[in-house]
């Protein structure tokens, strides 16, 4: 993982200085003539700087998922550990494939809570049951999902496109996540 994040890192300081040179030349190119050549350079010089703001974005979820992991997790060295969306450590049945993006199948999802336990009791603290934490989280990601649902049909940027429908994906794995807990916790939402 860590040489994921050094690559994030270099990438990020690349297209920095990739935005500084489009911008120095495009202060250069103010002639008529040179209309289209600033045009194309211009949008180049855009892309450049959402990518350099999607590196600067992936590095700031990677440590932000570090401290959770180093917060909540179960005392890993976060140095060795991958972050992966969606369901962690499935099984996954011979000839299913690759899981990529896909929504897991609700018998995968049934396999995977399986161990979990029958009943959750939460100390007092005012928030509620977990069956109703649940049905919250599951408005709240039935939400997320029809926003990033609109966003990918909206986005004109092709990368911006591609990252909000993946994004969208794995809401939709934890759609499937929040709706198989919330049968096992006794939660109804009025999208399930």
């Known amino acids: 993982m860590e040489e994921m994040i050094t690559t994030v890192e270099e990438l990020k300081k690349l297209e920095a200085k990739a935005e500084k040179e489009y911008r120095r030349l495009l202060k250069k190119l103010k002639d008529p003539e040179y209309a289209d050549l600033r045009a194309l350079l211009l949008r180049m010089a855009i892309d450049t700087a959402f990518h350099r703001h999607l590196m600067e974005a992936l590095e700031r979820a990677y440590h932000e998922s ?106 939709e794995q934890h759609e499937a996540i929040l709706k198989k807990l919330g049968e096992r916790y006794g939660t109804h939402s009025a999208g399930a």
């Open 66 to 171: 570090l401290k959770l992991v180093e917060e909540y997790g179960s005392g890993e060295d976060v140095s060795d550990v991958a972050l992966i969306p969606g369901l962690p450590t499935i099984v996954m049945p011979m000839g299913f494939g690759a899981m990529g993006a896909r929504v897991p199948p609700e018998e995968i999802i049934e396999e995977y809570l399986k161990d979990f336990p029958t009943e959750v009791v939460l100390p007092e603290n005012g928030d509620g049951k977990l069956s109703e934490l649940l049905g919250r989280y599951l408005e709240l990601q039935e939400k997320m999902l029809e926003l990033y649902d609109r966003l990918s049909r909206r986005a004109f940027h092709p990368v911006v496109r591609g990252i909000v429908t993946e994004i969208k994906r794995n809401e």
